[in-house]
């Protein structure tokens, strides 16, 4: 069964830092592009950045430029998200998904969704 599973969220004061992890089963992880994306309270949920099958990051959001920096390690099949000086606006629920080889900033064009870590951000 294909899945993935984010960890790593949780309640930090502004201007904190975290790591967010996706670990992925039941597919051939090195070849799958992996999505990070928010969802604010009343908000749509967005695209933050994404790092292809083969490496290549493709950031979506310029409210995050040079706050948020996405990595894959293949052999333990998890993307990480780093998040580094973090304000109340980044305060959302964060979901990892997954598609072949390539980015894309829309939901619905990703085969495999996790169920989100929740990310806090106290001011």
């Known amino acids: 069964e294909e899945q993935l599973v984010e960890s790593g969220g949780g309640l930090v004061q502004a201007g904190g830092s975290l790591r967010l992890s996706c670990a992925a089963s039941?597919?051939?992880?090195?070849?799958?592009?992996i999505g990070w994306f928010r969802r604010a309270p009343g908000k749509e949920r967005e695209a933050v950045l994404c790092?292809?099958?083969?490496?290549?990051?493709?950031d979506y959001t310029d409210s995050v430029k040079d706050r948020l920096t996405i990595s894959r390690d293949n052999a333990k099949k998890t993307v990480y998200l780093e998040l580094s000086g973090l304000k109340p606006d980044d305060t959302a629920m964060y979901y990892c998904?997954?598609?072949?080889?390539?980015?894309?900033?829309?939901?619905?064009?990703?085969?495999?969704w996790g169920q989100g870590t929740q990310v806090t951000i106290s001011s």
């Open positions: 790092i292809s099958s083969g490496g290549r990051v493709t």
């Open positions: 039941g597919f051939d992880f090195d070849d799958y592009a």
């Open positions: 998904a997954a598609r072949f080889v390539t980015c894309n900033r829309k939901w619905s064009s990703y085969e495999y």
